[in-house]
């Protein structure tokens, strides 16, 4: 990104689109959320989806003009980046090139492109879909204007050129989904939701923000430019400290950063506020998991790739913590009984996936930007279809579906693809990200990773089979009795309606047509789009396409796809044993799930294990503690003053007689007395 | 008759009204008192017009007098509004014993 392009070439058009792609998303915000969401909330909802509907034509045409301009000419723009406009906002001390310099810009780059594309399209078809879906809710007028701000947010983040850009919109993505995880606000899970995933995604922010001030004030920038030359990974490569405390700046910046990331993308231990921010709306959950929000840790990791990629330690990190959550949420998803946790779980190993795949180094880049792509269509298929489910049965749990299939036709179709393409059975769209990912973390050596994918690949598709056939096979409520049903008693089980049965299900179109729609890109997109990302989406500073091509050429294990393909299959077949089939799950004896189905089901009792550090040992031994200072000491000692302060004023207030004759009396010793000191003769 | 004994005179006028304002009890003594400490300002005016003139800070012996009938103008004024505020207290408080009107007490 070196020979980064300032409007010149692009032509001043490209410039508004650039523009308009920010403004449309922010224009929406602000109509409805100052005026129409009040007055009409169904016009308010059209509106929303019509402006984002402009946004998406625009993305389009910028993804074309990109392609036109930029990819067509490899000669005026090596790096393939360019940035379309930039805006210093405020700089500190020496001018528009200081260290801190805060600029606003909007860079056009493979990856920036993909997103401002993945994330207009499935914002647009989300605001359709809500439409159907929040007809019935009387705070809809509250619900579009924050949906189009999450967008904004989002398109804000990954258009951004420099860092401090990048974090400001990172915080509005945070805020933006604080505000619709807690969108019910009179539900008190909502609340406790909104507030776990805003207060655990800002711990990590807090590391994010030093550690961009390490990098950036170090690397002389903030740019991404800057950031990822060799010279910023140079001048940052150095140790700092003494004795036994030292560190690497280059270790400890990045870090820092990836911690952001870490908590962002919901890695391992971070992850526990994705599943409980299923409390949100349907459409939320379903843009929070595929085009924003969760996807920004990955995409952050892969913007600052080749400084990471500097940084050895660091991108070991990344690679653990993503193959470990991997597995690990993905052998939870199995045992899960809520409809949106069992996706939400299956998020976080996605997520894994393509945090491992950036570990794994260079060649799985590509692969990971791949997986992101793909995923977000599935992902956000299988959330709204989870919705069209929930709306049907008044609850989210599984064992209240169940034969949706006759119900929902459309629904149940469009989710099979989706199923089919999470479970990388080709020609589905998923199968050639993640054959991407596995081959890329075979080839470069990394086997650990490798094995923990080819593992979640066959988890993957087990779990998502087993949803698949609880939900659409067999009959409605029949699985309410299956074996495993009383050791998920912990498992979130969502609010039952009595009358479920009573009410007619009913697939409507506004919300069947966007699943309709995701359907095409879930079973396409991997096979058509695949030659494009592993020819031009490549970390900046690999150089030209077609070098980075060659090394992309990875030792082609030919096994590799059948081995991935054969425990896809695996899977799906134990889930149609158990689920399929048998209709009532695994069966174990005596009828009790042994202690690692309670384990899983439990999700690892993280979530107990930080209610016991957080209640026990911190309530009692940070919180008591510093609540005594606080009150004894800080509020003791203001005390102190400020009742002295009265005290002297009482004093001092006595001198104040309201005898006129005295104070013209002293005013005249004072006249008097000055006339003295100021030698005057008297 | 000089400077000296001019200014003499408008000192006493001036430690007169000055007493008179801090003993007086009476609203309208204290003001006669007040009006006597202006009218000692004014006899300085008049006295430093009538003896320093040749000086160059008043080349103008008539100009000292002027700011001292306009002073009377002002004071005059300034006594009828005055006198307006004590009748107005005496209407509320039936007398006008200043040391009774301590409203401003802290």
């Known amino acids: 990104m070196g020979d980064s392009t300032v409007i010149g070439p692009l032509g001043e058009n490209m410039g508004l689109i650039g523009y308009g792609i920010l403004a449309f998303p922010l224009l929406s915000f602000l109509i409805n959320g100052l005026w129409l969401g009040r007055k009409s909330p169904r016009a308010s909802a059209w509106t929303a989806a019509a402006l984002m509907g402009l946004t998406l034509a625009l993305a389009v045409l910028l993804a074309n003009a990109y392609r036109g301009i930029v990819l067509a000419n490899p000669g005026a723009f090596p790096a393939r980046a360019a940035l379309l406009w930039e805006h210093t906002w405020m700089s500190f001390g020496l001018g528009t090139d200081s260290v801190l310099a805060a600029k606003a810009g909007f860079l056009l780059d493979p990856i920036s492109v993909m997103m401002v594309f993945v994330i207009s399209c499935i914002s647009f078809l989300v605001h359709v879909y809500s439409i159907g879906y929040m007809h019935d809710d009387k705070s809809a007028g509250r619900f579009f204007p924050l949906l189009s701000f999450f967008t904004f947010a989002m398109l804000g983040m990954v258009v951004s050129g420099n860092l401090i850009q990048t974090f400001f919109f990172w915080e509005l993505v945070g805020v933006a989904s604080y505000l619709l995880i807690g969108f019910w606000y009179a539900k008190p899970s909502a609340v406790a939701a909104s507030k776990k995933a805003f207060i655990l995604t800002r711990l990590a922010d807090a590391f994010f923000l030093i550690g961009m001030l390490v990098v950036g004030i170090s690397a002389g920038g903030f740019g991404f430019d800057r950031l990822n030359s060799p010279e910023a990974a140079a001048a940052l490569n150095h140790t700092v400290g003494a004795g036994f405390l030292t560190f690497n700046l280059l270790t400890v910046g990045t870090l820092g950063i990836y911690m952001g990331a870490w908590g962002k993308s919901a890695m391992f231990p971070f992850h526990v506020w994705l599943p409980d921010a299923m409390e949100g709306p349907t459409p939320v959950s379903s843009l929070i998991h595929s085009a924003t929000m969760v996807v920004a840790g990955v995409f952050l990791t892969a913007r600052l790739f080749p400084l990471f990629s500097a940084a050895a330690h660091t991108l070991r990190v990344v690679e653990c913590t993503g193959a470990f959550t991997a597995v690990f949420a993905a052998a939870i998803a199995c045992t899960q009984t809520d409809l949106k ?342 | 008759m000089n400077l000296t004994s001019c200014l003499m005179l408008s000192a006493a006028l001036f430690a007169i009204g000055a007493y008179g304002l801090v003993t007086r009890r009476n609203m309208i003594a204290a003001l006669m008192s007040l009006e006597l400490m202006v009218n000692a300002a004014l006899i300085n005016f008049v006295a430093f017009a009538r003896f320093g003139g040749g000086h160059a800070a008043a080349p103008d012996p008539e100009a000292g007098s002027l700011f001292a009938l306009f002073a009377v103008a002002v004071t005059a004024a300034e006594m009828a509004l005055a006198l307006a505020i004590v009748i107005a207290v005496h209407r509320q408080r039936r007398h006008l014993d200043i040391r009774d009107l301590d409203g401003m007490h802290g």
Not at chain 1, 435 to 449: C, D, K, R, T, W
Not at chain 1, 516 to 538: D, E, H, N, Q, T
Not at chain 1, 615 to 631: D, F, N, S, T, Y
Not at chain 1, 648 to 671: D, E, K, N, P, T
């Open chain 1, 341 to 682: 946790r069992i996706l939400a779980f299956s998020t976080l190993s996605q997520l894994g996936l393509m945090m491992f795949a950036l570990g794994t180094g260079a060649g799985a880049y590509p692969a990971s930007m791949f997986h992101i792509f793909t995923h977000a269509f599935f992902k956000c298929l299988l959330f709204l279809s989870a919705g069209v489910v929930i709306h049907a049965i008044h609850s989210n749990d599984v064992r209240d579906a169940g034969g949706m299939r006759k119900a929902l036709p459309r629904t149940y179709w469009a989710t099979l693809i989706a199923v089919l393409a999470i479970s990388g059975i080709w020609p589905f769209s998923g199968f050639f990200s993640k054959e991407e990912i596995l081959h890329a973390a075979f080839a470069s050596g990394h086997y650990g990773a490798f094995l923990a994918g080819l593992c979640t690949s066959g988890l993957t598709a087990f779990y998502m089979s087993r949803y698949f056939f609880l939900v659409f096979h067999g009959t409605r409520g029949f699985h309410g009795a299956y074996a495993g049903s009383a050791a998920a008693g912990a498992a979130g089980h969502g609010g039952k309606d009595p009358d479920a049965h009573a009410h007619p299900v009913r697939e409507g179109l506004l919300m069947t047509l966007p699943i309709l729609i995701l359907a095409v890109p879930s079973a396409l997109i991997g096979y058509f789009s695949k030659g494009f990302f592993m020819r031009a989406v490549l970390p900046s500073g690999s150089g030209t396409a077609e070098a980075g091509g060659e090394a992309l050429a990875h030792g082609g294990a030919a096994w590799l796809p059948a081995v991935a393909t054969v425990l896809a299959l695996t899977g799906v077949a134990v889930s149609w044993y158990w689920y399929g089939m048998k209709k009532n799950g695994p069966a174990f004896p005596n009828g009790k799930a042994p202690a690692w189905y309670r384990i899983l089901s439990n999700k690892f009792y993280i979530d107990e294990l930080y209610l016991f550090l957080a209640k026990r040992v911190g309530a009692r031994l940070v919180a008591a503690p510093a609540a005594w200072v606080e009150r004894r000491i800080v509020n003791g000692a203001f005390d102190w003053v400020t009742g002295a302060i009265k005290r002297m004023a009482f004093v001092q207030s006595l001198a104040q007689s309201g005898q006129v004759q005295l104070y013209i009396a002293v005013a005249l010793l004072g006249l008097y007395l000055l006339s003295r000191f100021a030698g005057l003769a008297f």
